[in-house]
C-alpha cells in the first residue's frame, strides 16, 4: 500500500483512500493531457531545430515560418502547458509529503484515526486531497505567488541548509513555521460574521483577539494544534488567552478531581467550544 494514499491499512492505521485523496478526476485527467501536449510540443519543436542544423536550409519564408514553429510556438506551447501541470501537482498533499520530512505530518493527514485538526480537514472530500495547500497558502490579491514563493524557499532549505540529511527526530525539534498561522487562512471557510460562528461565546468574546493573531484559532484551548504531534510539552500546556490579555489557568494548575474534597464532587463542566 502506498503511504496515506492507497487506502486501507498499514502499520495498524487506517488511511483514507485515494478516491477521497484525488476526489477530481476531471481535473487529473485536464493535467495528463496537458503533460501529454507539453511533451509532444517539446518534441516537435526539438526535430524542427534538429533538421534544420543538420540540412541548413536557406532561410526563405518557408524556413523562417518553421524556425518560428520550432523557437516560438511549440516551445511556449510546451512551457505554459508544463507550468500548469507542475503548479498544480504542488497543491497536492502527497506532493508536500514527498520530502522525508514531512512523512509524520504526512501520515497523520492521512490516518483516519487521527483526530488532530489537519487530519479533520484532511477528510474533508471538497478539499481534503489539498488540504497541505490549502490551509497553509497565502490569501489575498497575490497569495499564489506568494505561496509559491515561499515554496521555493522550503526547497532552498531542505537542499542546501541541512534539512534533507536530517533525521525524523531532528527534524520535528527544528522544523517550524516561517511566522506565526494567521486566523484568515481558517476563516476562508469558517467566516465569522455566521450566526453559527458568533453565537460560540468564546468566539465572540474572543473576537478582537482573534482579529489581532492574538489568540490562534490552531492552538491549545482553542481547536487543538493541527499536529500535535510536532509540539513540545511545554507548547501542549500553554495556557490559553483570554479577553484582555490575561492567561487562563493551565490544565496543570487546575486541581484534579482527586484532589478535590469527597464531600464536594467536581463536577463536570461543560464541553469545550467546538
Given at each position: 500500500?502506498?503511504?496515506?494514499?492507497?487506502?486501507?491499512?498499514?502499520?495498524?492505521?487506517?488511511?483514507?483512500?485515494?478516491?477521497?485523496?484525488?476526489?477530481?478526476?476531471?481535473?487529473?485527467?485536464?493535467?495528463?493531457?496537458?503533460?501529454?501536449?507539453?511533451?509532444?510540443?517539446?518534441?516537435i519543436?526539438?526535430?524542427?531545430?534538429?533538421?534544420?542544423?543538420?540540412?541548413?536550409?536557406?532561410?526563405?519564408?518557408?524556413?523562417?515560418?518553421?524556425?518560428?514553429?520550432?523557437?516560438?510556438?511549440?516551445?511556449?506551447?510546451?512551457?505554459?502547458?508544463?507550468?500548469?501541470?507542475?503548479?498544480?501537482?504542488?497543491?497536492?498533499?502527497?506532493?508536500?509529503?514527498?520530502?522525508?520530512?514531512?512523512?509524520?505530518?504526512?501520515?497523520?493527514?492521512a490516518?483516519?484515526?487521527?483526530?488532530?485538526?489537519?487530519?479533520?480537514?484532511?477528510?474533508?472530500?471538497?478539499?481534503?486531497?489539498?488540504?497541505?495547500?490549502?490551509?497553509?497558502?497565502?490569501?489575498?490579491?497575490?497569495?499564489?505567488?506568494?505561496?509559491?514563493?515561499?515554496?521555493?524557499?522550503?526547497?532552498?532549505?531542505?537542499?542546501?541548509?541541512?534539512?534533507?540529511?536530517?533525521?525524523?527526530?531532528?527534524?520535528?525539534?527544528?522544523?517550524?513555521?516561517?511566522?506565526?498561522?494567521?486566523?484568515?487562512?481558517?476563516?476562508?471557510?469558517?467566516?465569522?460574521?455566521?450566526?453559527?460562528?458568533?453565537?460560540?461565546?468564546?468566539?465572540?468574546?474572543?473576537?478582537?483577539?482573534?482579529?489581532?493573531?492574538?489568540?490562534?484559532?490552531?492552538?491549545?484551548?482553542?481547536?487543538?494544534?493541527?499536529?500535535?504531534?510536532?509540539?513540545?510539552?511545554?507548547?501542549?500546556?500553554?495556557?490559553?488567552?483570554?479577553?484582555g490579555?490575561?492567561?487562563a489557568?493551565?490544565?496543570?494548575?487546575?486541581?484534579?478531581?482527586?484532589?478535590?474534597?469527597?464531600?464536594?464532587?467536581?463536577?463536570?463542566?461543560?464541553?469545550p467550544?467546538?
Open positions: 500500500m502506498e503511504r496515506g494514499g492507497g487506502g486501507g491499512s498499514a502499520g495498524g492505521r487506517e488511511y483514507l483512500p485515494r478516491a477521497v485523496l484525488f476526489h477530481d478526476t476531471s481535473r487529473n485527467v485536464e493535467q495528463h493531457w496537458l503533460g501529454i501536449v507539453a511533451l509532444g510540443c517539446a518534441g519543436a526539438a526535430v524542427i531545430l534538429v533538421v534544420y542544423l543538420l540540412k541548413r536550409p536557406v532561410l526563405d519564408l518557408r524556413v523562417k515560418l518553421w524556425l518560428l514553429l520550432g523557437l516560438g510556438v511549440f516551445p511556449g506551447i510546451a512551457g505554459a502547458s508544463s507550468t500548469f501541470v507542475g503548479m498544480e501537482a504542488t497543491t497536492h498533499r502527497e506532493f508536500c509529503g514527498s520530502c522525508h520530512v514531512m512523512i509524520p505530518h504526512f501520515d497523520d493527514a490516518a483516519l484515526d487521527s483526530q488532530s485538526l489537519g487530519a479533520r480537514h484532511s477528510r474533508n472530500p471538497y478539499f481534503g486531497g489539498k488540504s497541505c495547500y490549502v490551509c497553509h497558502a497565502d490569501y489575498g490579491m497575490y497569495g499564489y505567488v506568494l505561496t509559491k514563493a515561499g515554496g521555493m524557499r522550503h526547497v532552498y532549505e531542505y537542499y542546501f541548509k541541512g534539512y534533507r540529511e536530517m533525521s525524523l527526530a531532528e527534524a520535528k525539534d527544528k522544523i517550524h513555521l516561517q511566522k506565526p498561522y494567521d486566523n484568515l487562512n481558517c476563516r476562508q471557510c469558517h467566516t465569522s460574521t455566521l450566526h453559527d460562528w458568533r453565537r460560540v461565546p468564546d468566539h465572540e468574546s474572543l473576537k478582537k483577539e482573534l482579529d489581532e493573531n492574538v489568540v490562534s484559532c490552531a492552538s491549545a484551548g482553542c481547536h487543538g494544534f493541527a499536529h500535535p504531534f510536532s509540539k513540545t510539552e511545554e507548547q501542549k500546556r500553554k495556557p490559553k488567552p483570554t479577553p490579555g490575561q492567561a489557568p493551565s490544565a496543570s494548575a487546575i486541581p484534579s478531581a482527586s484532589a478535590l474534597p469527597s464531600a464536594a464532587p467536581a463536577s463536570s463542566g461543560p464541553e467550544a467546538p
